[in-house]
T-cell receptor, first 115, second 114 residues
């Protein structure tokens, strides 16, 4: 079984709709991240969480919100989707600092299309 | 501020030829450096990383990279390209001062021609 799972894998929605993307991990990591990937722009960090009570904005958080329901679950919401949020979204996890385990492990991605 | 530059958004090599993907970084403190690979329709997976110690790092699938502090570079190489190496490659840097968040390059798409 995959260590980091994302649901749904593909989603097509309409402008103005609320969308939630979910991420679950079985790696036991405290740190979780949401990125979006756009062609030619690489990966951009949306939000990150270092533990259940710690949520931080990334470089492109406008239009997004997150919820850390448990150590293993980190959800990304688009309150009112717009077409320029069409992208590939990745969840990632990493271990604590200083342990050599701060490599980030990625889920398979969610391809979101906003019409 | 940290940054990562990957020279060449697209690289094309022949099967069996040397693969060289370039990555330069800027960081005022000792960095951790990473190469990730993304195969078509998949997530990213770690190829290799440099934290401390030996500057030549070996990764999966025959790839290696060398940390050159004087050149602020961490270029990725593979002696002989295989068709299965066709993918997107990302270089990233982090350091303790930013809680080890990764700063990403824009990626290099590698094509391998038969």
């Amino acid at each position: 079984d995959a260590d980091v799972t994302q649901t749904p894998r593909n989603r097509i929605t309409k402008t103005g709709k609320r969308i939630m993307l979910e991420c679950s991990q079985t790696k036991g990591h405290d740190r979780m991240y949401w990125y979006r990937q756009d062609p030619g722009l690489g990966l951009r960090l949306i939000y990150y969480s270092f533990d259940v009570k710690d949520i931080n904005k990334g470089e492109i958080s406008d239009g997004y919100s997150v919820s850390r329901q448990a150590q293993a679950k980190f959800s990304l919401s688009l309150e009112s989707a717009i077409p320029n949020q069409t992208a590939l979204y990745f969840c990632a996890t990493s271990g604590p600092l200083g342990t050599g385990s701060d490599t980030q492990y990625f889920g398979p991605g969610t391809r979101l299309t906003v019409l | 501020a940290q940054s990562v530059t990957q020279l060449g958004s697209h690289v094309s090599v022949s099967e069996g030829a040397l693969v060289l993907l370039r990555c330069n970084y800027s960081s005022s403190v000792p960095p951790y450096l990473f190469w990730y690979v993304q195969y078509p329709n998949q997530g990213l997976q770690l190829l290799l990383k440099y934290t401390t110690g030996a500057t030549l790092v070996k990764g999966i699938n025959g790839f290696e990279a060398e940390f050159k502090k004087s050149e602020t570079s961490f270029h990725l190489t593979k002696p002989s390209a295989h068709m299965s190496d066709a993918a997107e490659y990302f270089c990233a840097v982090s350091h303790a001062g930013n809680n080890r968040k990764l700063i990403w390059g824009l990626g290099t798409s590698l094509a391998v021609n038969p």
